[in-house]
C-alpha cells in the first residue's frame, strides 16, 4: 500500500522529517499544517506537497490519511497527540515526548484506548552507525556493556520557543537529553530497568536569553549494575557535537557521526551549509554528508512507513518517550535536590 501522510509543522524538524522521507518508497505526503497559513503554503511548495492548511482539525477528519506526523514544538505534543489519537490516527511524535511524565502519560494512555499505531521519533537510535554498534553488541562482540558515555553539545538552539523554560519542560536536559537516554536504553537493553539518577545542571551562559539550564550532566544507574554517564550543552561552539562510547567487558565502541566524517576541509571561501549548528563557513571545516540519513532521519522515517504499510507497532513507541520523560523528571528532582534520586515509572 501506499501510505498517505499527513504532516503537522513547516519548521526544523519537519524538513528533516522531509529530507528523511525522500527515498523511502510506498508513501505520500498529501497535506502539511502549520499554524500560519503562509508558513504551510510555503512548506508545501518547497517539498512538493499538494496539500496545505491551517485547519489541523480538518486535516486529522479527513479519511485519505493513515499516518500523522507530530513535528511541532513541545508545548503542544500533548494536546495534538491525544487529539490525533482520539481521531482514530496511526501517529509519529518527535522527540521529547512530553514535557513531563504526567503529560507523556495522558498521551501514552491515549493511543493504547484508541488502538492505534504510534511511534516515537528518536532519531538516535535509527542513526545507521549507532544502529550497527547495537548489532555488533548482540553479536556479542564487546561482551556485556557495562558502561555508555554520550554527549549532545552546540551552541544553543535555533528556535524561540526552546529557551522558554516553560513552553519547553526544561534546558539542555529536556531539548538532548532525551538522545542520550534513549542511546543508554538501546546499547543496554531496555529489559533493563533504569533505577536512580544522579544530575547536574546550569545556567553558564545564555542568562540573556532563559532560566533553563544551558549545561548539564548525569548518570542512569540501571538494575543490572551499568551505568549511563552524560553530557548536554547549549555552549559548545562549533556546529553538533554528537558522539558515544560504548564499554563492555569484552571491548568497546565508539560513534562519532559529526567530528569523525568522511571529509574535512580548509577553505577561505564560503563552503554554504555544514552542520547542524555550525557557527563558521571558513577555516578548518568539517561537512557531515547526507545529514539527514546520518542523524537516523532516513531509517526512522522508513520504519514508521513500513509498519504502518504492515499494521505492526513500531519499535520505539509512546512507551519509550514516557520512560524517557519519567527519567528526565527524576534528573530534574536530583539537579535541586543533588543527590541521587529514585526513577518512578507508574504504570499507565
Known sequence: MTVRIGL????????????????VPNQE??????TDPERARAFAETWGIPEHTADVDGLLARSDIDLVL?????????????????????????????RNGTEAAE???AVR???VLHGYAETEVFAPAVMRARKMIEDGAIGDVLTVRSREA?????????????????????????????????????????????????LLVHQDKTTAEDNAVA???????????????????????????????????????TRGTPISAFALGKTGYLVEKADLETGWVVPVPDEARVYGYHEEMKHFVECVAQNRMPR?????????????????????????????????
Open 29 to 34: 505526503v498529501r497535506v502539511c499544517a502549520a
Open 70 to 98: 507530530l513535528a511541532v514544538p513541545n508545548q503542544v505534543h500533548q494536546e495534538l497527540g491525544v487529539k490525533t489519537a482520539r481521531a482514530g490516527k496511526n501517529l509519529v511524535c518527535t522527540k521529547p515526548l512530553a
Open 219 to 257: 548518570l542512569i544507574r540501571f538494575a543490572g549494575g551499568q551505568l549511563g554517564h552524560m553530557e548536554l550543552s547549549w555552549t559548545a561552539r562549533g556546529g553538533l557535537d554528537l558522539r558515544n562510547e560504548v564499554y563492555g567487558t569484552d571491548g568497546a565502541i565508539f560513534t562519532d557521526v
Open 107 to 109: 498521551m501514552l494512555r
Open 154 to 202: 552546540h551552541g544553543g538552539p535555533h528556535a524561540p520557543h526552546f529557551w522558554d523554560r516553560e513552553l519547553a519542560g526544561g534546558g539542555a536536559l529536556m531539548d538532548m537529553g532525551c538522545h542520550t537516554i534513549e542511546a543508554a536504553r538501546y546499547f543496554i537493553g531496555k529489559d533493563v530497568a533504569p533505577v536512580e539518577v544522579l544530575a547536574w545542571g546550569d
Open 8 to 23: 503537522i509543522g513547516s519548521g526544523f524538524v519537519a524538513t528533516f522529517y522531509m529530507q528523511g522521507l525522500a527515498e
Open 113 to 115: 484506548e484508541a488502538g
Open 316 to 348: 520505539e513507541t509512546f512507551e519509550d518517550g514516557y520512560v524517557v520523560n519519567r527519567i528526565i523528571d527524576a534528573m530534574y528532582r536530583s539537579m535541586n535536590s543533588k543527590r541521587w534520586e529514585p526513577v518512578e515509572i507508574p504504570a499507565v
